[in-house]
C-alpha cells in the first residue's frame, strides 16, 4: 500500500488516544468478565477467508487464463455474460474511457473491475467468499485463481500466458490503483 | 373492576380460543379485516391476543425495489420519528440468512490478546445500552439527483432510512474484555449471510460508540436487520453496519473488500474517487405534503417532516413555502437526539397558488444541506452515494404535490 491510500491509513488513526480506560461500560469493571471463551486455532481458520492488498490472506494454489475460462463460462457468463459485459448482472469487463477517471463527472460511464477496482486481490477475496451466486463459497482455490486471471486478462491487465498465485497476484497493479482519495468532508459550513 | 368483569373477560379469551374469530364474527362479537359494525358501541369488542396486530384499515407497506437488493420504508406514513420493526428498509446483498441463535457465535480476533468466541448468552451478559439511532443507506437519495421525475414519493425518493432503538453491548466493551494490541487500528466486521459482506472499519469508532445489537425496538433484531446480532455504527453509512456479524479482525490496516473499493466509494467531479466516506450528513426532507398527496383546501396545513445527521444533533430545520425566497425556522419535536431522526413540523396557510415546498437542515457542527447544484458542483454530476440535498415538492394550482427541482 502507498500513495494516497498510505495517506488515508495515517489521517485516520491521526486522531487516536491515550487507551485509559475505554470500555469500560461501569465504575468498577472488571479488567474483564470472563464471558465467552477463547477461540482456538481451528475456530479462527474455519472463518478466516479475508485476503488483503499485500497479499496476506491468499491460499496456496494456482490458476491460468484458459483455465479460468472454461470455468468463467460454466459458472458466470449466465449472469455477467459471455464475455463479461452483456449482463444481465453487473458488468465485470471494460477499460473506457482510457484516458482519466471520469466517473464522478459523467455518469455514462459503466465502472467495472479494469477502471475502477483498485486491488486485484479484492477480487479473490470477493469471488471467494461470495460467487457465483447460487453457490457462494464453493469454488476452490486453483478455480478462484484461474477466474482472477481470467478476467484481468479480459480487462487487459495481465497477459493471456499470466499464472496467478499468492506471489503473482498482489504484484498485479490495477488501472485505478492510485485513484482513490480520503475522505475530506468534516462538517461545518463547507460542501465537499 | 369487580370478579364479574373479569370472569367475562376471561370468558370471552376463551371463547375466542375456542370458536375462533371466524365463529365470533358470525356471532357479531369481532371484527374480520376490513369490517366495522355499524355502532362498535353496541357490540363487545374482540378478545385478548397473544400478539397484537394493525388495524386492518392500516397496510402501511415497503415498496420491494425490482433489483431484489433493497425495499423502502413508507415515510409518509409514519410519525413521529421510530419506524416500526417490520416497515424498516432493508439492503441485503444476498438475501436474508435463516441463523439459529442457539449455534450463532462472533469471533473477535487478530491484534488482540486473547482471539474469544461469544454466543448470544454471552454477549447479553455484557454491560448493555439502549439509543434511538437513524441508519440509512448511503445510496438513499440517488433518484432525487439524476433523472428526476414528478411522481416520485418520500418512500420512492427516501425510503432508505430509518429510525430504531437499538439495543446491545458497546464494542469498547468487547474490545476491551478482548484486549486491543498497540497497532491495531481497523478492524473487518464479517456477516453470516451468503455474500459473507465484509466492512473494514476504523477502531476509533469502536471505542466512541458502535454496538453489537441484538435488540431493535424493544424485541430482538428483525432477521432483515441481522438477527441475532449486528455491527451498527451511529451515523454511518448502512452499509458498513454489517448484519448477521460473525466476525471481527482488528488489523493495523483496511482490508480493501469490496464493498469499500468497486462499491461504497463516491467518483468525485475531479477525476478522484472518496473511500471509506462513513459519515451520512445532515438531510431532511418532508413527507407531507409530499406526492401523491393532492390538498384539497387552500388555508391552514401543516407541513411535517424528518431532519437528520450522522455528525450529532439537528440544531435547526428551515422550511421555504416560495421556493427558496424566504425561510422560517421550523420546530423540532422533542425529543431531538445525536445521529437519530428529528420530527419538524410548520405551519403553512396556502393560498391556493402553485409554489415549490423545501427544507433544509443544520446540524451541530454548523452544516448546512447544500442545493442540488451545490451538491452537483462538489461532487459532480455522476458522482455516487451520499445524496443529501435539498429536496423539493411543487404544489400545483390544482393541489396536486409532485417532486420537483427547487425554484
Given at each position: 500500500?502507498?500513495?494516497?491510500?498510505?495517506?488515508?491509513?495515517?489521517?485516520?488513526?491521526?486522531?487516536g488516544?491515550?487507551?485509559?480506560?475505554?470500555?469500560?461500560?461501569?465504575?468498577?469493571?472488571?479488567?474483564?468478565?470472563?464471558?465467552?471463551?477463547?477461540?482456538?486455532?481451528?475456530?479462527?481458520?474455519?472463518?478466516?477467508?479475508?485476503?488483503?492488498?499485500?497479499?496476506?490472506?491468499?491460499?496456496?494454489?494456482?490458476g491460468?487464463?484458459?483455465?479460468?475460462?472454461?470455468?468463467?463460462?460454466?459458472?458466470?457468463?449466465?449472469?455477467?455474460?459471455?464475455?463479461?459485459?452483456?449482463?444481465?448482472?453487473?458488468?465485470?469487463?471494460?477499460?473506457?474511457?482510457?484516458?482519466?477517471?471520469?466517473?464522478?463527472?459523467?455518469?455514462?460511464?459503466?465502472?467495472?473491475?479494469?477502471?475502477?477496482?483498485?486491488?486485484?486481490?479484492?477480487?479473490?477475496?470477493?469471488?471467494?467468499?461470495?460467487?457465483?451466486?447460487?453457490?457462494?463459497?464453493?469454488?476452490?482455490?486453483?478455480?478462484?485463481y484461474?477466474?482472477?486471471?481470467f478476467?484481468?486478462?479480459?480487462?487487459?491487465?495481465?497477459?493471456?500466458?499470466?499464472?496467478?498465485?499468492?506471489?503473482?497476484?498482489?504484484?498485479?497493479?490495477?488501472?485505478?490503483?492510485?485513484?482513490?482519495?480520503?475522505?475530506?468532508?468534516?462538517?461545518?459550513?463547507?460542501?465537499? | 373492576?369487580?370478579?364479574?368483569?373479569?370472569?367475562?373477560?376471561?370468558l370471552?379469551?376463551?371463547?375466542?380460543?375456542?370458536?375462533?374469530?371466524?365463529a365470533?364474527?358470525?356471532?357479531?362479537?369481532?371484527?374480520?379485516?376490513?369490517?366495522?359494525?355499524?355502532?362498535?358501541?353496541?357490540?363487545?369488542?374482540?378478545?385478548?391476543?397473544?400478539?397484537?396486530?394493525?388495524?386492518?384499515?392500516?397496510?402501511?407497506?415497503?415498496?420491494?425495489?425490482?433489483?431484489?437488493?433493497?425495499?423502502?420504508?413508507?415515510?409518509?406514513?409514519?410519525?413521529?420519528?421510530?419506524?416500526?420493526?417490520?416497515?424498516?428498509?432493508?439492503?441485503?446483498?444476498?438475501?436474508?440468512?435463516?441463523?439459529?441463535?442457539?449455534?450463532?457465535?462472533?469471533?473477535?480476533?487478530?491484534?488482540?490478546?486473547?482471539?474469544?468466541?461469544?454466543?448470544?448468552?454471552?454477549?447479553?451478559?455484557?454491560p448493555?445500552?439502549?439509543?434511538?439511532?437513524?441508519?440509512?443507506?448511503?445510496?438513499?437519495?440517488?433518484?432525487?439527483?439524476r433523472?428526476?421525475?414528478?411522481n416520485?414519493?418520500?418512500?420512492?425518493?427516501?425510503?432508505?432510512?430509518?429510525?430504531?432503538?437499538?439495543?446491545?453491548?458497546?464494542?469498547?466493551?468487547?474490545?476491551?474484555?478482548?484486549?486491543?494490541?498497540?497497532?491495531a487500528?481497523w478492524?473487518?466486521?464479517?456477516?453470516?449471510?451468503?455474500?459473507?459482506?465484509?466492512?473494514s472499519?476504523?477502531i476509533?469508532?469502536?471505542?466512541?460508540?458502535?454496538?453489537i445489537?441484538?435488540?431493535?425496538?424493544?424485541?430482538?433484531?428483525?432477521?432483515?436487520?441481522?438477527?441475532?446480532?449486528?455491527?451498527?455504527?451511529?451515523?454511518?453509512?448502512?452499509?458498513?453496519?454489517?448484519?448477521?456479524?460473525r466476525?471481527?479482525?482488528?488489523?493495523?490496516?483496511?482490508?480493501?473488500?469490496?464493498?469499500?473499493?468497486?462499491?461504497?466509494?463516491?467518483?468525485?467531479?475531479?477525476?478522484?474517487?472518496?473511500?471509506?466516506?462513513?459519515?451520512?450528513?445532515?438531510?431532511?426532507?418532508?413527507?407531507?405534503?409530499?406526492?401523491?398527496?393532492?390538498l384539497?383546501?387552500r388555508?391552514?396545513?401543516?407541513?411535517?417532516?424528518?431532519?437528520?445527521?450522522?455528525?450529532g444533533?439537528?440544531?435547526?430545520?428551515?422550511?421555504?413555502?416560495?421556493?427558496?425566497?424566504?425561510?422560517?425556522?421550523?420546530?423540532?419535536?422533542?425529543p431531538?437526539?445525536?445521529?437519530?431522526?428529528?420530527?419538524?413540523?410548520?405551519?403553512?396557510?396556502?393560498?391556493?397558488?402553485?409554489?415549490?415546498?423545501?427544507?433544509?437542515?443544520?446540524?451541530?457542527?454548523?452544516?448546512?444541506?447544500?442545493?442540488?447544484?451545490?451538491?452537483?458542483?462538489?461532487?459532480?454530476?455522476?458522482?455516487a452515494?451520499h445524496?443529501?440535498?435539498?429536496?423539493?415538492?411543487?404544489v400545483?394550482?390544482?393541489?396536486?404535490?409532485?417532486?420537483?427541482?427547487?425554484?
Open positions: 500500500m502507498r500513495g494516497t491510500v498510505a495517506g488515508l491509513v495515517l489521517a485516520l488513526v491521526a486522531g488516544c491515550g487507551r485509559g480506560d475505554r470500555g469500560a461500560a461501569h465504575t468498577g469493571s472488571p479488567a474483564t468478565y470472563g464471558f465467552g471463551r477463547a477461540a482456538t486455532t481451528e475456530d479462527i481458520s474455519a472463518w478466516d477467508i479475508d485476503v488483503m492488498p499485500d497479499g496476506r490472506g491468499l491460499p496456496p494454489g494456482r491460468t487464463v484458459p483455465q479460468g475460462s472454461a470455468i468463467y463460462a460454466h459458472q458466470c457468463a449466465a449472469c455477467h455474460g459471455p464475455t463479461g459485459t452483456e449482463g444481465p448482472s453487473e458488468r465485470l469487463v471494460g477499460r473506457e474511457p482510457r484516458q482519466g477517471f471520469p466517473f464522478g463527472s459523467d455518469p455514462r460511464f459503466v465502472r467495472t473491475v479494469g477502471n475502477y477496482w483498485p486491488y486485484a486481490t479484492t477480487l479473490y477475496d470477493y469471488v471467494n467468499r461470495a460467487m457465483p451466486l447460487n453457490a457462494p463459497g464453493s469454488l476452490k482455490p486453483d478455480e478462484v484461474s477466474l482472477v486471471a478476467l484481468l486478462w479480459r480487462n487487459e491487465i495481465v497477459a493471456d500466458t499470466a499464472v496467478m498465485n499468492s506471489q503473482t497476484l498482489p504484484q498485479v497493479v490495477m488501472p485505478a490503483r492510485d485513484r482513490f482519495v480520503v475522505d475530506n468532508r468534516r462538517g461545518g459550513p463547507e460542501f465537499r | 373492576m369487580t370478579d364479574a368483569s373479569i370472569s367475562r373477560r376471561v370471552l379469551a376463551s371463547m375466542a380460543g375456542v370458536l375462533g374469530a371466524h365470533l364474527h358470525r356471532a357479531g362479537i369481532a371484527q374480520v379485516p376490513g369490517h366495522a359494525p355499524p355502532d362498535p358501541t353496541k357490540v363487545p369488542g374482540a378478545p385478548l391476543s397473544e400478539l397484537g396486530q394493525r388495524s386492518p384499515f392500516e397496510r402501511p407497506r415497503r415498496i420491494p425495489m425490482g433489483n431484489g437488493h433493497s425495499s423502502l420504508a413508507p415515510l409518509q406514513d409514519l410519525y413521529g420519528i421510530v419506524t416500526p420493526a417490520d416497515l424498516h428498509f432493508e439492503r441485503h446483498h444476498a438475501g436474508v440468512p435463516a441463523i439459529d441463535p442457539q449455534r450463532y457465535k462472533l469471533l473477535i480476533h487478530g491484534m488482540v490478546e486473547r482471539p474469544q468466541l461469544f454466543d448470544l448468552d454471552a454477549l447479553k451478559r455484557f448493555a445500552v439502549s439509543r434511538l439511532h437513524f441508519l440509512e443507506c448511503s445510496g438513499n437519495g440517488t433518484p432525487s439527483y433523472g428526476i421525475r414528478p416520485l414519493s418520500p418512500q420512492l425518493i427516501d425510503g432508505l432510512t430509518s429510525t430504531s432503538e437499538w439495543s446491545g453491548v458497546p464494542l469498547a466493551v468487547l474490545f476491551r474484555e478482548v484486549g486491543v494490541k498497540p497497532g487500528k478492524f473487518l466486521a464479517e456477516g453470516e449471510d451468503a455474500a459473507v459482506m465484509t466492512r472499519i476504523p476509533d469508532k469502536a471505542w466512541d460508540d458502535a454496538l445489537a441484538y435488540g431493535q425496538n424493544g424485541e430482538a433484531l428483525r432477521p432483515e436487520q441481522g438477527y441475532p446480532a449486528r455491527l451498527l455504527l451511529p451515523g454511518w453509512e448502512g452499509n458498513a453496519n454489517v448484519k448477521w456479524i466476525r471481527i479482525e482488528l488489523a493495523d490496516r483496511p482490508f480493501m473488500t469490496r464493498e469499500e473499493t468497486s462499491k461504497y466509494t463516491d467518483p468525485l467531479g475531479d477525476g478522484t474517487a472518496r473511500m471509506f466516506s462513513f459519515v451520512m450528513d445532515a438531510k431532511s426532507i418532508i413527507t407531507f405534503p409530499a406526492y401523491p398527496v393532492i384539497h383546501d388555508g391552514w396545513w401543516e407541513i411535517s417532516g424528518i431532519a437528520w445527521s450522522g455528525r444533533r439537528i440544531t435547526r430545520v428551515e422550511v421555504s413555502t416560495d421556493g427558496g425566497k424566504q425561510w422560517e425556522p421550523a420546530e423540532l419535536q422533542q431531538v437526539l445525536p445521529k437519530c431522526h428529528t420530527r419538524f413540523r410548520s405551519l403553512w396557510k396556502w393560498d391556493g397558488r402553485e409554489t415549490t415546498l423545501l427544507s433544509r437542515a443544520v446540524d451541530e457542527t454548523g452544516y448546512v444541506q447544500p442545493t442540488l447544484e451545490q451538491l452537483r458542483n462538489a461532487r459532480g454530476l455522476g458522482t452515494y445524496f443529501n440535498h435539498i429536496r423539493a415538492w411543487r400545483q394550482g390544482d393541489g396536486a404535490v409532485v417532486f420537483g427541482l427547487e425554484g
